[in-house]
């Protein structure tokens, strides 16, 4: 407990008496005791006991102190309480020392908006009381001393702290807490009610009429809060605390996340200074990340490496990368994030600790409900309800409604009390008991966009999530996509080829719907993978057809597409299946279009023909569009116009769901062939129709091209604010989607239109 202004000593209370004669008279007090019985049940006679009490003794001895706690039967943490009032009465050379005092850090950085909304609060006349809250790391003690610092000039009267210990085995009793703040106040000892009722009554008096700054920090819960905050005039009171303190009322709620980048950055350039950091940005930017930009993390790499002066900021990156000694490498001195983790763990009851630890085993960055309840076995409303519960204890983030991630930090502490308190068959078993749930829910949702007669599912102990229409089962993909394509390589590893298989034949369809998904590469490749492990020489070439397209038309990644092209080909002609030879010559063809555009229109030719003989009119339709792409590419833009509108004529490409958008790739085409034949006014009014979004995903780079191809049209035209705007949206688009290079040329173009 600190007091300021310095005058008013902080440990000793006003008018001769002790911080700890205040406590061991309030504890006598609250056990019933007289000084006699006192006396009689600890030894200590009964005028020693009238000089604790009165402060005319300042600080017992230790002995003395184990003798009263045992008569008065104090638990542990009450004890040490108790001692530390004495350890700091007895001290010589000068004034006594506070029992407890906020620090401040020379080196404090970021958090200017926390610490604007503070001061606007406190200086406000509305909201009397704030909790910073947050997980355990976040800062928010070195936050909340901060803030005394800067908000000093407006608390005339001083500011107050006492250290609630909510963290703790036994947390400070809000009567205690009331006694020394009251010490701290100014209050005559003499003076305190016992009764904890008229004690809090007389706290909100003596604090209504001054202008003070009370921090209560390390706050447990609400019971123990309520009787320390203010009315709603006078002082201001600040909580920090791992929990929201939801129940409170009348207080604003600041939560605290981790720093961002370049403020975690700047933090241990602060601490190591600019000797240790010049040159050193790309360690520093990998160090700020192994920590998971929390402060206490940071803190702890910084103060190593300033405690060993011939440690470059690489060496550490080098040890920090290793997860499983990550968090033994995150300690210096006393600092340990394990520990802080550690005490929010201690706290949970054990159906919490079992769903922390097997968080840890989702393969993605978030999860919900649904996902959570297949680690534990927990029906998904009760699931529901233990999350939001580790949110509010700071172990687990809320990061959108119903979505709930861990912190990388927090991962790793959830995944070495996994392998410390469950047998590892267990823990695998929960693992592929997820892996098969996910796999079995994305093809329940991937039947959603197949033709009717797509065979369902195979059976598992867990029911499967079961889309009611097609929007729910591609917002259900999308949303878990980073879980199911992590459970692919879970299953493969397992030896359930078939599974993996199924699940790559049902999402076939829906991939064309966001073709830029990084998630296709890994569907795939793991379809091939299981294919080659049961000999499925057919499924092979299909699913490195499939790879080829995540390949080419997802990523842009022509020469591995057209490597995988060429596989699936041997593989389709070994087996005689001439509609996946037609594919791998479409997606040759594909492949080789920009560098290689005579043996692309040859490899589409193809590509058509073998569609022809196997009648797959949607097939067809791609291999001729690219046809028609290879053929302007090649200088022969009249022809491809006139195939590209014979195929928008026909309305070819008969796939449920995908005419719209084949459609739309058509007419595009016909604008870029007008567009290369120099017919401007013709182009323009193309491209017009293709501008606006299309029912499919990732299509930013698409739009881009047509907004370019547009507003190159238009400045021919003479149209140059039109083609400007155009290009600008282009750039934006470009740069959304990761086409970096596009991005650039049409910066190019916008500078040179002036």
Not at 289 to 304: M, Q, S, Y
Not at 332 to 343: C, E, F, I, T, Y
Not at 585 to 609: F, N, V
Request: aromatic content about 6%; hydrophobic content about 40%; glycine content about 8%.
């Amino acid at each position: 407990m600190t007091s300021h202004p310095p005058e008013v000593p902080q440990t000793e209370a006003p008018h001769g008496g002790t911080a700890f004669g205040v406590m061991l008279r309030s504890l006598r007090r609250t056990a019933r005791l007289t000084l006699e019985d006192l006396s009689g049940a600890s030894g200590v006679s009964v005028r020693a006991l009238g000089d604790l009490e009165r402060g005319r003794s300042r600080g017992p001895q230790r002995r003395t102190v184990d003798a009263l706690a045992a008569a008065l039967r104090l638990d542990t943490e009450q004890r040490e309480r108790l001692q530390r009032l004495a350890d700091a009465g007895r001290e010589r050379g000068g004034p006594p020392s506070p029992p407890y005092l906020l620090r401040t850090v020379p080196d404090f950085t970021g958090r200017e908006h926390e610490l604007a909304e503070l001061q606007a609060l406190a200086t406000g006349t509305r909201t009397r009381a704030a909790v910073l809250f947050g997980p355990g790391g976040q800062g928010k003690t070195t936050l909340a001393a901060e803030a005394v610092r800067r908000l000093t000039g407006s608390f005339p009267d001083g500011s107050v702290c006492v250290q609630l210990h909510g963290m703790s085995d036994s947390p400070l009793p809000a009567a205690e807490a009331l006694v020394l703040l009251l010490v701290a106040l100014g209050h005559p000892p003499d003076r305190i009610p016992v009764d904890p009722v008229a004690r809090e009554a007389v706290y909100r008096a003596t604090l209504a009429t001054r202008r003070t700054l009370v921090v209560l920090d390390d706050a447990a819960d609400e019971t123990q809060t309520r009787p320390l905050l203010p009315d709603a005039e006078g002082s201001f009171v600040l909580v920090t605390s791992r929990r929201p303190l939801a129940g409170l009322e009348g207080v604003r709620r600041i939560r605290l996340g981790g720093l961002s980048g370049g403020q975690s950055a700047t933090l241990l350039k602060r601490i190591l200074g600019a000797p240790r950091t010049d040159g050193q940005s790309e360690a520093i930017t990998r160090l700020t990340e192994l920590c998971g930009h929390l402060p206490l993390a940071l803190r702890i790499v910084g103060n190593r490496l300033s405690s060993r002066p011939s440690w470059t900021p690489a060496r550490l990156v080098s040890q920090l990368a290793d997860e499983e000694r990550r968090l033994s490498g995150l300690v210096a001195g006393d600092l340990a994030v394990r520990g802080a983790l550690a005490l929010s763990y201690g706290q949970l009851t054990e159906p919490h600790r079992l769903l922390l630890r097997r968080l840890s085993l989702v393969p993605g960055h978030d999860t919900g409900p649904d996902l959570a309840a297949v680690l534990t076995g927990e029906d998904p409303l009760t699931t529901g309800d233990s999350l939001d519960l580790l949110v509010d204890r700071g172990l687990l983030e809320e990061t959108a409604p119903g979505r709930y991630a861990l912190h990388d930090l927090v991962r790793l502490f959830a995944r070495e009390r996994l392998d410390g308190e469950e047998p590892e068959s267990v823990a695998l078993n929960v693992q592929l008991r997820m892996a098969d749930w996910l796999l079995r829910s994305a093809s329940a949702a991937g039947r959603m966009f197949e033709a009717p007669g797509a065979p369902e599912p195979w059976a598992g102990a867990i029911a499967p999530f079961t889309p009611r229409s097609a929007a729910e089962a591609e917002e259900w993909l999308t949303t878990e996509r980073s879980n199911w394509a992590g459970a692919l390589p879970l299953m493969y590893a397992a030896g359930r080829h078939a599974e993996v298989l199924h699940t790559s034949r049902t999402l076939y369809w829906f991939s064309d719907r966001w073709s830029q998904w990084p998630e296709w590469r890994i569907l795939f490749s793991h379809g091939a993978r299981s294919a080659a492990a049961v000999g499925d020489r057919a499924a092979e070439a299909h699913q490195l057809n499939c790879l080829a397209w995540a390949h080419g038309v997802g990523a842009y990644q022509y020469e591995p597409a057209e490597q995988l092209a060429r596989k699936a080909l041997e593989l389709a002609i070994e087996v005689d299946d001439e509609g996946q030879q037609a594919w791998a010559w479409s997606y040759i063809s594909g492949a080789c279009l920009r560098l290689r555009p005579a043996e692309a229109a040859e490899a589409a030719a193809k590509a058509t023909r073998l569609f022809e003989a196997v009648g797959d009119t949607a097939g067809k339709a791609v291999s001729q569009r690219v046809l028609g792409k290879a053929l302007r590419e090649s200088g022969r833009a009249e022809e491809a116009l006139t195939l590209h509108r014979t195929l928008l004529d026909s309305s070819a490409g008969d796939v449920p769901g995908l005419n719209e958008y084949i459609q739309a790739l058509l007419r595009h085409e016909i604008a870029n062939d007008l567009l290369a034949l120099e017919r401007w006014p013709e182009a323009v009014a193309a491209y017009r129709t293709v501008t606006t979004p299309l029912a499919h995903g990732n299509l930013d780079r698409f739009q881009a091209q047509s907004l370019t191809g547009l507003a190159t049209a238009l400045h021919h035209c003479g149209e140059l604010p039109e083609a400007r705007e155009h290009l600008t949206r282009a750039y934006e688009l470009f740069t959304a989607a990761g086409d970096t290079a596009s991005a650039a040329e049409t910066a190019g173009a916008i500078e040179a239109l002036g």
